[in-house]
């Protein structure tokens, strides 16, 4: 959860999920761009079929657009990336060849500062001080493009896990853990199947689309956050009435494929498996597969989180254990007929 993997970067926190999931999966592979796929080989498929469990591994950053004369960087965006909370947080620049350097958002005294608007300063009005000048900013190898993440670490308070980029790091850890209970249960999956951490969902949801045509699955099933709606400020009629504590949400989008949610709901049910119900959205790991190889049949779950795209996000511990008692549960549950029942067009 604290390695860093800005989008397009992330073969920190990749590689340290890589290697987890060298106990829990029999091969393990990049594909050229970062994404992370493991094969849960099967020792009674006699169909050939293909299932995926996937979550994606990039976190929302910055990126360094210019450096200023007094050595301030200018940034971009990079991702989901919120400017009203940057200013005043600390944060690491990673240069080209590794390097990490430690700076801060700057931002005017409340005693000098003007009213501004609700989103507060514009993305490229932000600046990152580094506590030197042009010159000490060049000794330290900084240059545009270099990325910018924020510091905060992985932690809990009271029944939530919170940090930055849970979403959807959460999703990439539930997905492994699901893959070690089955590796650890010696739980012979009637299909091959493939754990993926992909990349550079925040950005247009590119490592998706790039692993479903390398794998071409029968089936996705994916991990992500949805908004917990519980908290001040949140419009329930809007992002539907979902809770912490309350279970895991199963999304009612076009992509989410209704026999799957099926089989997921009655899953739920017999394993006592809390679960909640959301309109969803179309802006997730979903859309890569859903759209692939002429038509994937692809399904959705997801963690509820408070505070999303802040450096606080909030998953309840016992939502993260259901979601990873859900994954392992339904993919028990599937078989051959339902794959190829998927396939041949029965929703």
């Known amino acids: 959860m604290n390695a860093y993997s ?26 050229p761009y970062g994404t992370a796929y493991c094969l849960v080989k099967s020792n009674t498929d006699k169909h050939g079929h293909t299932v995926v469990i996937e979550a994606h591994a990039d976190e929302i950053a910055w990126m360094v ?20 909370i940057a200013p005043s947080k600390q944060v690491t620049v990673i240069t080209h060849d590794g390097r990490k350097h430690t700076g801060v958002f700057g931002y005017p005294a409340v005693h000098v500062r003007e009213k501004y608007t609700e989103m507060g300063l514009d993305q490229h009005d932000l600046w990152v001080d580094m506590g030197t000048d042009k010159e000490g900013v060049d000794k330290m190898g900084i240059e545009v493009g270099n990325m910018v993440v924020f510091n905060d670490e992985f932690g809990q308070v009271g029944d939530y896990y ?77 992002d539907c009435d979902t809770k912490g504590g309350n279970g895991p949400v199963i999304e009612y989008t076009a992509q989410n494929h209704r026999m799957a949610i099926k089989l997921i709901r009655e899953t739920a049910n017999r394993n006592n498996i809390p679960l909640q119900l959301s309109i969803g959205s179309y802006g997730n790991d979903t859309m890569g597969f859903f759209l692939a190889n002429a038509g994937t049949p692809t399904a959705i779950v ?5 505070y999303m795209h802040t450096t606080v996000e909030m998953a309840h511990v016992d939502d993260v254990e259901s979601a990873i008692n859900l994954f392992v549960e339904t993919l028990r549950e599937i078989d051959h007929d339902f794959l190829n029942e998927m396939k041949g067009g029965r929703v």
């Not at 990749?14 to 999931?21: R, S």
């Open 302 to 306: 997801a963690t509820p989180l408070k």
């Open 162 to 238: 919170t940090g930055k980029a849970l979403d959807n790091k959460i999703g990439g850890y539930i997905i492994a853990e699901a893959a070690r209970r089955i590796k650890e249960n010696n739980i012979d999956l009637p299909f091959d199947l493939y754990v993926v951490n992909s990349v550079q969902e925040e950005v247009g949801l590119h490592g998706a689309k790039m692993i479903a045509q390398r794998l071409k699955p029968d089936f996705a099933f994916v991990h992500d956050v949805c908004h917990n709606t519980s908290t001040p400020k949140m419009n329930k009629a809007k």
């Open 65 to 84: 657009s210019q450096i200023d004369s007094d050595g301030f960087l200018r940034v971009k965006r990079n991702g989901g990336s919120d400017n009203m």
């Open 6 to 31: 800005p989008t397009g970067q992330e073969s920190e926190g990749q590689a340290v999920w890589i290697e987890y999931m060298k106990d829990w999966s029999d091969e393990q592979h990049l594909d």
